[in-house]
């Protein structure tokens, strides 16, 4: 099972946003709606921020959401803060039965 | 609160074997599957496998089949993912994570484990 293709790294200033996005393909990202997104930052673990492609844990700001058109799922971040500044990682369920993650996108705030 | 916590950082020798472990507080134990992850230095997230609410069910990740054994210890709500045939490679964070298994079964990870840092070094 290959990863999720993500871009390596996103920048963008404060108060803009960004969308990071999640190529899988018809096995995974395209087959169920079972998309997720993790915030982590260094030496944490990852933290849920997106579940079930466009759902939001509570607690999470409404600023971060979620969206995902056949086989690649996005993560957009509006009113881009410092505190945004991390990685971000999604993941998908397969036909496989398993999980898959994407290579991780490191997001600098500038 | 929910709370995994998981053992401290570990040692091993290429070709050992490595056991990590993984306490459940604040929830029905029994209602969760428990999944393993790992994060090489610099890397990203790899999915390793789960074991099953009842404790009888594993699903390894083809990656680590016959090399991964997790098991579950219901007395004391922990769960542990055994590694062996270690190599360089395998050095890493290894994370537990939960899904939900019953009243709905989840496919996203909402509480991780803190990690565990698994050196392989002769």
């Known amino acids: 099972q290959s990863a999720l293709t993500q871009p390596a790294s996103v920048s963008e200033s404060p108060g803009q946003s960004i969308t990071i996005s999640c190529t899988g393909s018809s096995r995974d990202v395209g087959a169920y709606n079972y998309v997720s997104w993790y915030q982590q930052f260094p030496g944490k673990a990852p933290q849920l921020m997106i579940y079930d492609v466009n759902k939001r844990p509570s607690g999470v700001s409404s600023r971060f959401s979620g969206s995902k058109a056949g086989n690649t799922a996005s993560l957009t971040i509006s009113g881009l803060q410092a505190e945004d500044e991390a990685d971000y990682y999604c993941?998908?369920?397969?036909?496989?039965?398993?999980?898959?993650f994407g290579g991780g996108t490191k997001l600098t705030v500038l | 609160q929910v709370q995994l916590v998981q053992s401290g950082a570990e040692v091993g020798k290429p070709g050992a074997s490595v056991k990590i472990s993984c306490k459940a507080s604040g929830y029905s134990f029994s209602n969760y599957y428990m999944h393993w992850m790992r994060q090489a230095p610099g890397q990203g997230l790899e999915w390793m496998g789960l074991?099953?609410?009842?404790?009888?069910?594993?699903n390894y990740a083809p990656t680590f089949q016959g090399r991964v054994t997790m098991t579950r210890d219901t007395s004391t709500s922990t769960d542990y993912m055994e590694l062996s045939s270690l190599s360089s490679d395998d050095t890493a964070v290894y994370f537990c994570?939960?899904?939900?298994?019953?009243?709905?079964?989840?496919?996203?990870?909402?509480?991780w484990g803190q990690g565990t840092l698994v050196t392989v070094s002769s």
């Open positions: 993941s998908s369920y397969t036909k496989s039965s398993t999980w898959v």
């Open positions: 074991i099953n609410a009842n404790g009888v069910g594993t």
């Open positions: 994570a939960r899904t939900q298994a019953v009243a709905g079964t989840t496919f996203y990870f909402d509480f």
